[in-house]
């Protein structure tokens, strides 16, 4: 399978979603598609994916030494391509192939069983149904104890920019403040990648 790496735009306060009194959801995408972040719309369910408009570049800053951002949509590896995930009753957990496996927050020796009860990378999982127990002190840890730097994120909804590599890629501030208006909460990026 082809790879998918993005990177992601998710609320600090995991249980923020875009704000009704915003417009919701369509609110948010109104807005993204007038500052030219995202253009016309590619598919529908069961995430919104867009393509990426004509400003896309004025709100990433490529980062690294060579970086190239592809801004033609390819099927085989999404990129040039923006999409919404569902809005979730519950946070979700959402990891990659490249997130490095968590200390116990207990014993802080490593969880290395800590994928055994979740969904592959880039599949949410639901926060509060999935423990993961320490082989090592037995203890139980809820998945957002336990700590990924930028390789995992938590919340009830998450924007994907498909096709940059891990560090390749931040969001400008302007993005992350307009994005801030519409969610009611200062916002973070991760990245996890998929395979
Ligand atoms: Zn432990």
Redesign the pocket.
Known sequence: MSADNRLILAALDQESIPLEVKGGLPGLINELQDCGFIDTQLAQDPEQTFKSGKNFMDHISLVGCSPVYALDPDIEEPSGIVSFSPISDEPQFIYGSNSMTPK?P??R?PLTHWKDLLAKPLQPCNTLKIAVQ?H??Q?QNNLTSLRFRREAAVGRFFIFVHGIFPREAVPMDGLLQMLEKFMGSPMAYYYCQGK
Do not use: D, F, L, V
Request: charged content about 25%.
């Open positions: 116990c207990e014993c020796e320490c090592h002190c203890q």
